[in-house]
């Protein structure tokens, strides 16, 4: 489905961002998959906030735990 969806954006010259946000059990995402996203998106096009970062490590950016 993701190679459809790239596709598709490539084909109408769609401008678009892949973001992975962060997660309050500071999750990162796999490696392979991030690596999978570049290659198919672009790394300029890819943006991970998932895991250990200054945006997880503050509790106060959360108002819950998952939404």
């Known amino acids: 489905?993701?190679?459809?969806?790239?596709?598709?954006?490539?084909?109408?010259?769609?401008?678009?961002?892949?973001?992975?946000?962060?997660n309050y059990d500071q999750e990162k995402l796999d490696p392979f998959d991030q690596a999978y996203l570049n290659k198919l998106y672009g790394t300029a096009n890819v943006f991970d906030f998932s895991g250990i970062n200054s945006f997880t490590n503050n509790v106060d950016n959360y108002y819950e735990t998952a939404h």
Not at 1 to 18: C, P, R, V, W, Y
């Open 1 to 22: 489905m993701l190679e459809g969806i790239q596709k598709i954006l490539t084909k109408n010259n769609a401008s678009f961002k892949i973001v992975m946000s962060q």
